[in-house]
């Protein structure tokens, strides 16, 4: 059975940090793009941000979290992760893992496979 699974959200202050991770269960993520997206309560989810498969060097951010997230890649675990720096209370979601067979329309929503989700709050 394919999945995505999500880890590392939790409760922080303005200013503080969280690390995400994303693993794939029965399939190999280093072969899929991979997405953050998020959803906050009452809006639309959207792409946080997203990184091409295995020796792809493609990545996306939404202009509201440049210079503050990082997304990499570590291929010899077949992890996905989003770090999140300077956390802001707008940034209160659920962040989801999603993955494609390529980049170019994940940040629009064009995904195989999506995680449950892992709630992420920041207030102080």
């Known amino acids: 059975q394919v999945q995505l699974v999500e880890s590392g959200g939790g409760s922080v202050q303005p200013g503080g940090s969280l690390r995400l991770s994303c693993v794939g269960s029965?399939?190999?993520?280093?072969?899929?793009?991979i997405g953050w997206f998020r959803q906050a309560p009452g809006k639309e989810r959207e792409a946080v941000s997203c990184?091409?498969?295995?020796?792809?060097?493609?990545?996306y951010y939404v202009d509201s979290v440049k210079g503050r997230f990082n997304i990499s890649r570590d291929s010899s675990r077949d992890t996905v992760t989003l770090q999140m720096t300077n956390l802001k209370p707008e940034d209160t979601a659920v962040y989801y893992c999603?993955?494609?067979?390529?980049?170019?329309?994940?940040?629009?929503?064009?995904?195989?496979?999506w995680g449950q989700g892992t709630q992420v709050t920041v207030s102080s």
């Open positions: 990184i091409g498969s295995d020796g792809s060097s493609s990545t």
């Open positions: 029965g399939f190999t993520l280093n072969y899929y793009a």
């Open positions: 999603a993955a494609a067979m390529n980049i170019d329309r994940l940040p629009m929503g064009a995904v195989a496979f």
